[in-house]
């Protein structure tokens, strides 16, 4: 449960009235005091709340929204602005607020998910990813506070409420569609081990290959950090490898930014390479050539992440949800029959 003033006064062995003054900085309250005071409130992980409607109806009548990096990081990718638009429509029709997350390494998110619940400045909280070792996930279970995820949760799903696609299946089928356009030679580019969608895109591009009898080839599994690299890296990358004749990148940014690399390397798209991607972002469909990638419904994740939400504030005895959002590919120009 969450650090009460009452846990805190017990602490500092004086009354719930003076810590609330201590919080207030009241001049009456001596210096020792006020000292002993914010040392327990330090120890116990305890944040002060000063919204007064909070406290007066004990609700914020506010989701958290958590995102994986700093917000200026974050939002210059479609996905998030998306998911937050449908996030907030739906809390708009519930007459709740937003309030998204600014920190940016693991540490300092972790921290501020802390200080958002135990200063009692959220009702609840929408995580827009899942780690495959996420602490956050596990201190919001273990003090029993409303949460939901974006994405699938690696350990203990069955606990958790969470809205994703089913990204073995959609991966599956677009290494199909290449393998049924003669590919053979197929590379995963932009992997992160660190996200749980990445692992399941992994897989379904692996159980492709494997029924159309074609061996996996770890050579072929690209790095987003390489990526991070830049043209060199790509370049360092095709030379090391039989290159490949097609690609199965993990979001739209990425497949533009190489096919971008690609045009001054005069490797051309699809002649030379195919390539597909996921996300349909906007400018995957005004790209050169148009892109073909898989429409993941990322606002729909967004609404069913904030209703699930919202239902598990009002009733907390509410079982855990599994929502699955239909993914669905979009064929465009940027895939080929090999020759």
């Not at 944040?47 to 200026?72: C, E, K």
């Not at 070792?133 to 969470?162: C, H, N, S």
Request: net charge negative.
């Amino acid at each position: 449960m969450a650090i009460t003033i009452k846990d805190v006064a017990k602490e500092a062995n004086v009354s719930p009235s003076t810590v609330s003054r201590v919080i207030a900085n009241n001049p009456r309250i001596s210096e020792e005091t006020k000292k002993r005071v914010r040392e327990a409130m330090d120890k116990l992980g305890y944040h002060p709340n000063f919204t007064a409607r909070s406290l007066a109806v004990n609700s914020t009548a506010t989701i958290g929204v958590v995102m994986p990096f700093s917000a200026s990081h974050v939002l210059q990718d479609p996905f998030f602005p998306e998911v937050i638009r449908g996030i907030s429509v739906q809390a708009r029709e519930h007459k709740y607020g937003l309030y998204l997350s600014t920190a940016g390494t693991e540490d300092e998110i972790y921290e501020e998910v802390v200080g958002m619940v135990q200063g009692r400045r959220v009702d609840g909280l929408i995580l827009l990813y899942s780690r495959t070792d996420d602490r956050i996930i596990k201190y919001l279970q273990k003090i029993d506070f409303p949460f939901t995820v974006i994405g699938r949760p690696v350990i203990g799903a069955e606990r958790v409420t969470y809205v994703d696609n089913d990204n073995i299946y959609i991966t599956k089928v677009v290494t199909d569609y290449l393998i049924e356009l003669g590919h053979t030679k197929i590379a995963f580019v932009g992997y992160d081990g660190d996200f749980v969608f990445m692992l399941d895109r992994l897989e379904g591009y692996k159980q492709a290959l494997s029924e159309a009898g074609i061996s996996f080839n770890q050579d072929y599994i690209v790095q987003k950090s390489t990526i991070n690299k830049g043209k060199e890296a790509i370049i360092s990358f095709l030379s090391s490898v039989d290159t490949p004749t097609a690609l199965v990148c993990t979001d739209d940014f990425i497949a533009i930014e190489l096919m971008s690399h690609f045009e001054e390397l005069t490797i051309r798209c699809p002649e030379d390479v195919s390539i597909a991607s996921f996300n349909n972002v906007l400018l995957a469909e005004y790209s050169k050539p148009p892109l073909t990638s898989v429409d993941i419904d990322i606002f729909q994740l967004g609404v069913e992440g904030a209703s699930c939400l919202i239902e598990k504030i009002k009733n907390p005895d509410v079982l855990p949800k599994r929502i699955t959002i239909p993914a669905k590919l979009i064929e465009r120009k940027s895939c080929a029959r090999i020759k």
